[in-house]
């Protein structure tokens, strides 16, 4: 079973960057899809990017396009995600997932099968 953790988060201020690194237990990454997606306190989660097998595609929803870019290393079974222009409001923890198809389902958690355990991102002065 493909097992998926996050780490890379921390307190930044706004405005500030932030890289967070997914990386997989075992080899062969290249097989999966691989999604994030945030929760805030009292909110539902939201799917923020989704990058192919061979990471030539990404897909992501207009509330983050722009600040956050997906990016992959098949040969270190990693995949990232560089986050800039912080602001309190992407406070949350961010999880990482994969999914089977071969191209990018719709960021749902219903189309992601193996999950990590989160990274918490705080934005505050």
């Known amino acids: 079973q493909l097992q998926l953790v996050e780490s890379g988060g921390g307190l930044v201020q706004p405005g500030g960057s932030l890289r967070l690194s997914c990386a997989a237990s075992r080899d062969h990454l290249e097989y999966y899809v691989i999604a994030w997606f945030r929760q805030a306190p009292g909110k539902e989660r939201e799917g923020i990017s989704c990058?192919?097998?061979?990471?030539?595609?990404?897909n992501y929803p207009d509330s983050v396009k722009g600040r956050f870019t997906a990016s992959r290393d098949n040969a270190y079974n990693t995949v990232y995600l560089q986050i800039h222009s912080l602001k309190p409001e992407d406070t949350a923890i961010y999880y990482c997932a994969a999914g089977s198809r071969i191209s990018c389902p719709p960021i749902a958690p219903g189309n992601y099968f193996y999950w990590g355990q989160g990274t918490q991102v705080t934005v505050s002065s």
């Open positions: 990058i192919s097998r061979d990471g030539r595609s990404t």
